[in-house]
């Protein structure tokens, strides 16, 4: 069964600092992957994918993700962090046969303080 | 553009009321979804239907029914509601084809059963 693991629900950092934000994947089969972000009690926005081709995949907001197919991991990044940038991370999987039914993992919570 | 719509925004009910919540779609696509999310847990599919006609269960059905008369369509239902029930639940759909299609949600509907 397809999984998604994310490391710490809870991430702080300083404005300006580094944003990092771990995903792993099982799988046996080639994945798509996607994060998703949750401001508080809105719905969910694409950030990025990825499906095929090109490993770094840049999306909105100043994020990129790179999947690495060794590591089984999509982990997400942005060089600078914005004090907008406070929200609920969520990485997905799919798998094609699928019905791109996505399998979520249980969240990152990002704080960003000045 | 609308997008997923999903009707109420906000609901209390009762233990054992029954109540339909709404979700339409504009954008032509034949796959829609059903999650709920719980804090902690990420988003967990309820049901999902690959067209008109045809559904099927996803992880969490239990309590829960759908249908898909229309294309635009997807409604979820509640019955004999309890207090596990509460939670946000999340319309959602995708067009047919590769599964790295872009999965679209709408708002969400958050549920408090009393």
């Known amino acids: 069964a397809q999984s998604v693991t994310q490391l710490g629900s809870h991430v702080s950092v300083s404005e300006g600092a580094l944003v990092l934000l771990r995903c792993n994947y099982s799988?046996?089969?080639?994945?798509?992957l996607f994060w998703y972000v949750q401001y508080p009690n809105q719905g969910l926005q694409l950030l990025l994918k990825?499906?095929?081709?090109?490993?770094l995949v840049k999306g909105i907001n100043g994020f990129e993700a790179e999947f690495k197919k060794s590591e089984t991991s999509f982990h997400l990044t942005k060089p600078s962090a914005h004090m907008s940038d406070a929200a609920e991370y969520f990485c997905?999987?799919?798998?094609?046969?699928?019905?791109?039914?996505?399998?979520f993992g249980t969240g990152t919570r990002l704080q960003v303080t000045l | 553009n609308a997008g997923v719509t999903q009707t109420p925004k906000f609901r209390i009910l009762k233990i054992g009321q029954s109540m339909t919540l709404q979700c339409t779609q504009d954008?032509?696509?034949?796959?829609m979804y059903w999650y709920r999310q719980d804090p902690g847990m990420g988003l967990k599919l309820i049901y999902y239907?690959?067209?008109?006609?045809?559904?099927d269960k996803g992880e969490v059905p239990n309590g829960y029914n759908v249908s898909r008369s229309t294309t635009e369509d997807f409604p979820l239902r509640l019955e004999l509601a309890a207090p596990s029930q509460t939670s946000v639940y999340f319309c959602?759909?995708?067009?047919?084809?590769?599964?790295?299609?872009?999965?679209?949600f709408g708002e969400g509907s958050w549920l408090t059963v009393v």
């Open positions: 959602a759909s995708s067009q047919q084809g590769v599964a790295g299609n872009t999965i679209y």
């Open positions: 799988s046996s089969v080639p994945p798509y």
């Open positions: 990825y499906t095929t081709g090109a490993t």
């Open positions: 997905a999987v799919t798998y094609t046969g699928t019905a791109s039914k996505l399998t």
């Open positions: 954008m032509n696509h034949n796959y």
């Open positions: 239907s690959v067209g008109a006609g045809i559904t």
